[in-house]
């Protein structure tokens, strides 16, 4: 990234003000602004991930940068966590939604503020930007969200299509961790100890908290704008990448917002696009300034004048767990649905082809899958670390029923979701499907495109789902995720369909046989006709602020394992994502993080399903440490979900807080 020290304005860095909620809670913020007395609109930030350590790499590249061309940059510790008070105890609770909303008030009321406000963010903070601008707050005038989701319950690290992703183990352990982390006695003195204590006693284990809600209940619909998307009436920019999880929703923003709206989807994981990866990356900052001064200044960019959806059309890649950057071209359209983009049926043939058209025959398939299938599968939401992304399929596609076209004779794009429609009848009465769009080149090489799960007990509902009956007939759709992609000329297109998807997603409580009438079963593409358009304005390079000052003392490690035991089928995978030691030169802080997580099964052995994480986490300043230790253990049986935890936290080397959780939780249809 080109780190820019000239921007439009001197900017002042406020490392830490108090903001006092009308509850009398203060919240920790972190505000960059211009130089000066004249007001400016604010661009606010809302997240739990500690501002004074974890996120500051990133907010030092972003803040000052948008602060330089004339903006207040307002980042604030959610209630709970970082230095601001109180407990945090789960995710977008109606208190962080209001105190949102009061922080905005607050922001709008300030001197240095001229009444306009945005909202920003990636991940959390792009969630809680549309739900806070659904509850209308008057200062908001424009978001932008990054990697977000309208649905919480069909498409978020939760669930997917019914089934749990085995990411919700992973993200809940992320946040037993981060929950754990005490406050900087820097910045809000003595009072640091007995804030900590109430989080150590207070935050919970909050995976059996999301595992208490098994179906898409009043739960989830809290926080899930979907569920009224006509209150959001500023306009909204949606942002994602195809390696991200959640793609979907800016198809589904660019839908169904009333207002004026925007999209864009790179190739990235889960990340801001200027440090996107897979690259390009792109110059976002600039591209987020011509938002913010068409709403928040009244200025004349041209942006509201470009198509409204911008997309990455992927060409083709070899298969590998983790890629630097990813060929293809910009394409844009003009709205979504798109007039360039119609959806083609392709028949399942019972000789395994998969050919253009409805199906003529009347054969049936069957499958019943082992627990291997999936471990070509990475993660359900990458993070561009090692491992994290789909390597070759052909392992998986051997344990599967697979359909494959000839040759193509031409390219075919595909720009949206693909979709698996079924006519099936299974022997138990829970059941998964897992169906993968797969790229073959001629040397054989099997590159996963997108798929799609689908617990079919939730076949009609994910509200109701209802238990299968052996041996009748159903049918359902399968909704792939979304993406645009180019398949090359003498490649192949092939269809992969399994009964689990493991580590992606928890199997079915017993394996299950598949049976389907191929007469009566499709795959469906969305067919784009590459058409004659103006080449799409040029997103450009990064740039950014300078990056903070840091040393590392112990480098971070990123890694992806798997081991296979042949002798009794022992399967492990081992994902290690540390962040090693590093010292934060303007505060002195040395942070230090490593975490391990862990999933296995052996042989064809349902029961032996099960999943670890253990993470260490340690501040430190001169003589003051903290440290913390958590542990999340999980399996299954075939009627409850049973978790086991452990949290540790010390002061220097005294162990001053220990808590154990040990739960069953009934299985759901599930």
């Known amino acids: 990234m080109e780190h820019v020290t000239r921007t439009p304005f001197e900017v002042a860095e406020t490392r830490h003000v108090e903001i006092t909620l009308p509850d009398g809670c203060r919240l920790a913020a972190r505000i960059w602004r211009p130089v000066g007395d004249a007001p400016v609109p604010a661009v606010f930030e809302y997240l739990p991930y500690r501002k004074g350590d974890v996120t500051l790499y990133r907010d030092a590249i972003r803040a000052p940068y948008i602060a330089g061309h004339g903006y207040a940059y307002v980042r604030v510790d959610i209630r709970g966590s970082g230095e601001s008070e109180g407990v945090l105890e789960d995710e977008y609770t109606a208190q962080e939604l209001q105190d949102g909303c009061d922080i905005i008030d607050w922001i709008a009321r300030q001197d240095w503020c001229d009444g306009s406000v945005g909202i920003v963010g990636i991940s959390w903070g792009g969630f809680n930007g549309l739900q806070i601008a659904a509850l209308q707050p008057p200062a908001l005038k424009a978001v932008v969200s990054i990697a977000s989701t309208d649905d919480r319950?069909?498409?978020?690290?939760?669930?997917?299509?019914?089934?749990?992703?085995?990411?919700?183990?992973?993200?809940?352990?992320?946040?037993?961790?981060?929950?754990?982390?005490?406050?900087?006695?820097?910045?809000?003195?003595?009072?640091?100890?007995?804030?900590?204590?109430?989080?150590?006693?207070?935050?919970?284990?909050?995976?059996?908290?999301?595992?208490?809600?098994?179906?898409?209940?009043?739960?989830?619909?809290?926080?899930?704008?979907?569920?009224?998307?006509?209150?959001?009436?500023?306009?909204?920019?949606?942002?994602?990448?195809?390696?991200?999880?959640?793609?979907?929703?800016?198809?589904?923003?660019?839908?169904?917002?009333?207002?004026?709206?925007?999209?864009?989807?790179?190739?990235?994981?889960?990340?801001?696009?200027?440090?996107?990866?897979?690259?390009?990356?792109?110059?976002?900052?600039?591209?987020?300034?011509r938002w913010w001064d068409h709403w928040l200044k009244g200025k004349d960019t041209g942006i509201m004048e470009e198509p409204e959806l911008r997309l990455y059309m992927q060409d083709h890649a070899a298969p590998a767990s983790h890629y630097e950057h990813r060929e293809g071209r910009w394409v844009t359209e003009p709205c979504w649905p798109s007039p360039n983009v119609e959806r083609r049926a392709f028949a399942l043939g019972g000789d395994g082809t998969l050919r253009d058209g409805e199906a003529t025959g009347t054969e049936w398939r069957s499958i019943r899958s082992p627990l291997t299938v999936g471990l070509a599968g990475g993660k359900w939401c990458s993070y561009a670390h090692p491992g994290d992304q789909p390597v070759d399929q052909r392992r998986d596609d051997a344990g599967s029923l697979t359909f494959e076209t000839p040759a193509l004779d031409t390219p075919l794009e595909i720009a949206g979701d693909a979709a698996l429609e079924l006519c099936f009848t299974v022997d138990k009465p829970v059941a998964q499907v897992a169906a993968r769009l797969v790229d073959v080149s001629p040397e054989g090489t099997a590159t996963r495109v997108s798929y799609g799960l689908l617990n079919l007990t939730h076949r009609d509902s994910h509200e109701t789902p209802e238990a299968l009956v052996p041996g009748e007939i159903y049918r359902a759709r399968v909704p792939f995720k979304h993406v645009a992609q180019t398949f090359r000329a003498g490649h192949r297109l092939r269809l992969g369909i399994s009964t689990s998807y493991f580590p992606v997603a928890w199997p079915a409580p017993e394996p299950a046989t598949l049976s389907l009438d191929l007469s009566n079963t499709r795959l469906v593409l969305p067919v784009r006709t590459p058409v004659e358009q103006p080449v799409p304005r040029d997103l450009g390079t990064p740039r950014g602020a300078p990056a903070m000052r840091a040393t590392v003392e112990v480098p971070g490690v990123a890694d992806w394992e798997v081991t296979e035991s042949f002798a009794d089928g022992r399967v492990r995978v081992k994902i290690t994502d540390g962040a090693g030691r590093i010292r934060l030169e303007d505060s002195g802080m040395v942070v230090e993080a490593h975490t391990e997580e862990t999933y296995g099964f052996t042989g064809d052995d349902w029961s032996s399903l099960h999943a670890e994480a253990v993470s260490d986490h340690a501040l430190s300043r001169g003589d003051w440490r903290t440290s913390s230790r958590t542990e999340t253990s999980f399996h299954a049986t075939e009627t409850d979900f049973v978790i086991r935890a452990r949290l540790q936290a010390w002061e220097g080397e005294t162990l001053v807080h220990e808590d154990t959780w040990n739960c069953t939780i009934p299985r759901d249809h599930l």
């Open 153 to 289: 319950y069909a498409d978020d690290v939760h669930y997917m299509g019914g089934t749990m992703v085995i990411d919700q183990i992973s993200w809940a352990s992320h946040m037993f961790a981060i929950n754990a982390l005490a406050p900087d006695p820097d910045l809000v003195g003595e009072r640091w100890r007995d804030m900590w204590k109430a989080r150590l006693e207070g935050s919970g284990l909050w995976l059996k908290n999301w595992l208490e809600h098994q179906r898409r209940d009043a739960f989830w619909k809290h926080g899930s704008v979907c569920e009224d998307i006509s209150r959001i009436e500023v306009p909204v920019y949606a942002v994602s990448g195809w390696a991200d999880g959640y793609c979907r929703t800016v198809f589904r923003l660019m839908e169904t917002l009333p207002g004026p709206r925007k999209g864009l989807v790179g190739p990235w994981a889960h990340k801001y696009p200027h440090i996107g990866a897979p690259g390009p990356a792109i110059d976002w900052l600039g591209e987020e300034l």
